[in-house]
């Protein structure tokens, strides 16, 4: 294997501990943004004098090569080789020969990998960015399925209040575009930094690192900047953990809706009906059918939580500068980008496919207690005290309980011995489902609506 170190060894390294030390079978998914960094300092080396011209047009030659593997797929890494900069150096002496031992000139790996992992951050904002507003657009084209559908809201899992299905689904969207707002936020604080060396910063002269990243992006804008403190640009794994912590609230939001969604299309509920090309049949029950997307959403919140903490755990109690337990920060990040990637992609194409079961929830809203809070508001408008409203009514439903009647035919006397104000007639205008819609002034019932 070939290696960036090893001059003052004498003794080979250790096989087992070489195959325990690779990182390679994880980080050449680092390998277009480690050529992006590589592109850049042979422009440096150049700029400060330490590559001619012909030297810095073979290098930037051999690293094109490369790059356009990657980016055509074609691109297998060295699985002997030690990490991903060692492996594309490898290719370069392949090409160039000993040219290539100039290429590491004045850097170090603690500085590519700071920068490679930004810059994939950076493709990670795109990426999850569209994934959401994918997502958005599936939940404004269910909520325009059902405009006027009432549904039933709940808190402590119990029946509550009436709601717009549309509005129930607006507090997802509400999640997502939150969501949204800080993959978006966070991409714009991530700045790829170059010229950190190993943690003391670089012989180059800033300037020589500002005209190589204008030689490679022109005037396009870009992120890449000289590295301000090389100290923190080593050391800091925040932009990671802060990825985490988005993709961690972004799972938990995946989670929710899916045991919504699990819970609401049971027999026991019945509300929804999940589309088959999401659910699953049993291997002997040839009556069901299993919403497992959901469920492993739902099932894999636990490993994008855990991702997190590992990487909190392995960063906790680290001293400056750069330390070898920080080549663990990189699987946790793309098992988690990948997994909430993937959820993202299926569920905005699940969501157009649900249905409201509409002859379930109009049973649902047959259901007088929902309309409880309703009756007690009816009662304050009355200039009747909200506490004793609140006592009122709730006698009223304790005797429709134990005496299993119904709110709507109890007569006029019945109901005056618990209020005079109470009547037939306001007791049936009042258990309506698009009374209690209605009666909400605070919200618009306006549908979603996101543009990119």
């Not at 060396?197 to 690192?209: E, H, P, Q």
């Not at 969501?351 to 379930?360: H, M, Q």
Request: include cysteine.
């Amino acid at each position: 294997m070939a290696t960036l170190w090893g001059g003052r060894f004498k003794k080979p390294i250790d096989p087992d501990f070489e195959t325990f030390s690779r990182s390679i079978q994880y980080d050449y998914r680092l390998a277009e943004y480690d050529i992006y960094h590589s592109l850049i300092h042979t422009r440096a080396l150049k700029n400060g004098g330490i590559l001619d011209g012909q030297e810095c047009e073979r290098i930037l030659a051999a690293l094109g090569e490369v790059l356009r593997e990657v980016e055509q797929g074609t691109y297998t890494p060295d699985a002997a080789a030690e990490d991903i900069h060692s492996e594309i150096h490898g290719r370069l002496e392949k090409k160039i020969g000993a040219l290539a031992a100039k290429l590491h000139t004045l850097r170090s790996r603690n500085d590519q990998i700071a920068f490679d992992e930004k810059y994939y951050c950076l493709q990670v904002t795109v990426n999850i960015t569209r994934r959401l507003e994918d997502v958005l657009d599936a939940l404004m084209q269910l909520s325009r399925k059902y405009p006027e559908q009432p549904f039933v809201g709940y808190t402590h899992t119990q029946r509550a209040q009436v709601v717009l299905f549309s509005d129930y689904l607006g507090a997802f969207f509400l999640m997502f575009k939150r969501d949204l707002e800080r993959i978006k936020e966070f991409g714009d604080r991530t700045i790829p930094y170059i010229g950190a060396g190993a943690l003391a910063g670089s012989s180059l002269n800033r300037k020589d690192y500002a005209r190589a990243i204008q030689d490679l992006f022109g005037d396009t804008e870009t992120a890449v900047r000289p590295v301000e403190n090389s100290l923190d640009n080593v050391a800091d794994r925040d932009f990671l953990a802060e990825l985490l912590s988005i993709l961690s609230i972004v799972q938990m939001h995946l989670s929710r809706l899916a045991e919504d969604f699990i819970l609401y299309s049971t027999q026991e509920f019945a509300l929804l009906d999940l589309p088959e090309e999401f659910c699953t049949g049993s291997s002997l029950m040839p009556h069901k059918k299993n919403p497992d997307f959901l469920e492993l959403v739902r099932g894999y919140t636990g490993k994008i939580y855990g991702n997190l903490m590992a990487l909190l755990t392995t960063m906790k109690g680290l001293p400056l500068t750069y330390n070898r337990d920080m080549q663990l920060d990189k699987e946790p990040v793309f098992e988690a980008v990948a997994i909430v990637e993937k959820e993202l992609q299926i569920l905005a194409k699940l969501l157009p496919g649900v249905a409201v079961e509409e002859a379930a929830v109009a049973r649902a809203l047959q259901d007088e207690f929902l309309y409880a809070t309703e009756i007690a508001e009816f009662l304050v408008f009355q200039r009747v005290a909200f506490k004793e409203a609140h006592d009122i009514v709730g006698r009223l439903v304790r005797y429709a309980k134990e005496n299993k009647v119904s709110l709507k035919t109890m007569s006029d006397g019945q109901l005056a011995e618990f209020h005079p104000a109470l009547r037939q007639q306001e007791m049936a205008r009042i258990i309506d489902p698009q009374y209690a819609i209605s009666s909400k002034k605070t919200i618009s019932h306006k549908l979603p609506e996101y543009h990119a």
